[in-house]
T-cell receptor, first 109, second 114 residues
């Protein structure tokens, strides 16, 4: 079966760094994406990893290890507006996204 | 600005009363998706279209139907809503076979079933 695991909830402090993990088991792998979703809102694209290694976009970066089947999303210099759910999604052999349930990130002052 | 629009944002219906949700896009993307998302759960893909080529997920109930009359518009019909169909319904678009296959979402329609 296809499975994506993420922690349900994490808490971090404003200005700090947080790392959110995603592990996956899918039929085929054609890349992993991270999306941000605020309460009551729609997912918005953050990053994509097609190959092993680190991708950086501003305060956000994502690391992928295909051999170990995981990705980490790193958020630096946390701001209150970063309070949201972060969803991991893997593109499988059918070229469809398999979604995780998301990690709810709570930022405290 | 190019975007994905969903109407209405909030929809209240009665048990068993048909409802139609609409989605339009100005991105000119050939792929469109309908997702159902319940609180704290992953988005669940209901259908997707490559152009007019309709693809139904195996576990999507027959109660859910979809239409795509042209590139810009897509509709989700729920023929007889049950209490378990109360959820956020998300429409998304993407360009076929593009990397990273970024999906652009509309704001969603929150469906309440009384």
């Amino acid at each position: 079966g296809q499975n994506i695991d993420q922690p349900t909830e994490m808490t971090a402090t404003e200005g700090a760094i947080v790392q959110i993990n995603c592990t996956y088991q899918t039929s085929g792998f054609y890349g992993l994406s991270w999306y941000q979703q605020h309460d009551g809102g729609a997912p918005t694209f953050l990053s994509y990893n097609g190959l092993d290694g680190l991708e950086e976009t501003g305060r956000f970066s994502s690391f992928l290890s295909r051999s170990k089947g995981y990705s980490d999303l790193l958020l630096k210099e946390l701001q209150m507006k970063d309070s949201a759910s972060y969803l991991c999604a893997v593109k499988d052999s059918n070229y469809q996204l398999i979604w995780g349930a998301g990690t709810k990130l709570i930022i405290k002052p | 600005d190019a975007m994905v629009i969903q109407n209405p944002r909030y929809q209240v219906t009665q048990f068993g009363k048909p409802v139609t949700l609409s989605c339009s896009q100005t991105l000119n993307h050939n792929v469109m998706y309908w997702y159902q998302q319940k609180s704290s759960q992953a988005p669940k893909l209901l259908f997707h279209y490559y152009d007019k080529d309709f693809n139904n997920e195996a576990d999507t109930p027959d109660n859910f139907q979809s239409r795509r009359p042209n590139t810009s518009f897509c509709f989700l019909d729920i023929r007889s809503p049950g209490l378990g169909d109360a959820a956020m319904y998300l429409c998304a678009t993407s360009r076929e076979n593009s990397a990273p296959n970024e999906q652009f979402f509309g704001p969603g329609t929150r469906l309440t079933v009384l």
